[in-house]
């Protein structure tokens, strides 16, 4: 499977996951910080998915590299939360595990497209 069906992938299983801490920390009432999560967790894909329609070699790797921006932002919302008590070390372990994941692949594929 191509390095960018991979990354498509894991990118959307990823904001799957999000959108399911986001609903579990709202019940919290966790408002602020899970947004900010949701936004950029979710954006990954997004920017990723967009990339792949794009008109030049320059357009693709400037989307794939706001995917890599969002999910560097991602890890620092998960921490923070992790670090704040709004979420287990078990369960922030488990979020940048696959979120480190996603950030390899998505620099191979930026060092790539120069």
């Known amino acids: 499977m191509e390095k960018e069906k991979v990354i498509e992938n894991k990118s959307y299983d990823f904001a799957n996951r999000i959108i399911k801490v986001y609903k579990y920390l709202t019940s919290k009432n966790e408002y602020i910080l899970s947004k900010q999560l949701m936004r950029s967790g979710t954006s990954i894909g997004a920017n990723i998915v967009e990339a792949q329609y794009s008109i030049s070699k320059k357009e ?43 950030i390899n692949i998505l620099v191979k594929i930026v060092k790539n497209a120069e």
């Open 60 to 102: 693709f790797r400037a989307k794939m590299s706001i995917s890599l921006k969002e999910a560097a932002e991602s890890r620092y919302w998960i921490m923070l939360l992790r670090d704040e008590g709004f979420l287990t070390e078990k369960e922030a372990k488990s979020l940048l595990d696959d979120l480190n994941e996603i």
